[in-house]
């Protein structure tokens, strides 16, 4: 969902699932097995839609990674991912104002994932989350380069290109290089980072506490799934828009606390 508007900057929710996670939602749906738990998400929205629905201006619907987040789904032909992105996207085209394909780690899902999207008549974005590294030509986990992958969703159409659930550093590095690449074409960009100290490719190797992500964005005694603070993500979200950014929000380990502090200080920005 994407909410309050700073002028010419949407901003997007937080991550849903650690939220949700972090206030137990099992307990919302105890009928439920733990697999189909975030099925509690749906109903959480279900119990108050007027009061999401005031808070929102856009409703932009998520088209996520058929398989595990961050590892490109090798073992699944294309006309697999095609019928279940088709099939999600039909059953959602009515309701939504955007596609937003998200956490992407490869050129050929979010090939698929933006096709099926555009299918369905709604605007679609794309948002592939990339190694942590802060690297000037930013790649996605696929290890194929982020701008490949715009070059290849330009050729689709779509109206924006996000990068989303790495580091904050490795954010700030792409919206610069996504800018570049996209001067002077009529396409949004974006960015919404995860929350995390240990980042992501540190825990995917299971290097412990190694810490990449920068200490002073963290209580100094964190240890490696802390989330970051809210003013220090908040710095992040202002660097991003400082680059070129119009959409910035939040990924996994990022709640509401960050996004008010993000709303104020872009709207600080905005007011000076
Ligand atoms: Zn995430």
Redesign the pocket.
């Known amino acids: 969902m994407a909410g309050t508007t700073p002028p010419g900057v949407l901003v997007l929710d937080g ?1 849903m699932g650690h939220l949700l996670k972090s206030h137990d939602i099992a307990k919302f749906a105890p009928h439920l097995p733990p697999e189909r738990q975030f099925a509690a998400a749906a109903l959480a929205n279900a119990a108050a839609p007027q009061l999401i629905l005031s808070a929102h201006v856009a409703y932009i619907q998520s088209a996520p990674p058929l398989g595990p ?1 961050y590892a490109p789904l090798k073992d699944m032909p294309d006309n697999l991912m095609e019928e279940e992105y088709r099939s999600l996207c039909s059953a959602m085209a009515e309701h939504v104002d955007v596609f937003l394909c998200e ?1 992407m780690a490869s050129i050929r899902e979010a090939h698929i994932a933006a096709q099926a999207a555009r299918a369905c008549g709604r605007p679609v974005w794309v948002a592939f989350t990339l190694r942590d590294a802060p690297d000037p030509q930013p790649q996605l986990r696929s290890g194929e380069s982020l701008h490949a992958a715009t070059k290849a969703m330009l050729e689709l159409g779509v109206e924006a290109i996000l990068v ?2 790495c580091s904050a550093g490795a954010v700030t590095a792409a919206v610069r290089a996504l800018h570049t690449q996209l001067a002077g074409r009529n396409i949004r960009i974006g960015g919404y980072a ?1 929350g995390f100290r240990q980042t992501t490719d540190e825990w995917l190797q299971g290097r412990g506490e190694m810490a990449t992500n920068d200490p002073a964005d963290f209580e100094p005694d964190a240890a490696g799934t802390a989330a970051i603070l809210p003013h220090a993500y908040a710095r992040h979200a202002q660097a991003w828009v400082g680059a070129g950014a119009d959409i910035v929000g939040g ?2 380990g990022i709640g509401p606390a960050h996004m008010r502090v993000v709303c104020e200080k872009l709207k600080e920005r905005a007011d000076a």
Request: with cysteine; aromatic share 0%; glycine share 12%.
């Open positions: 991550g987040s956490t989303n659930c995860n990924c996994c």
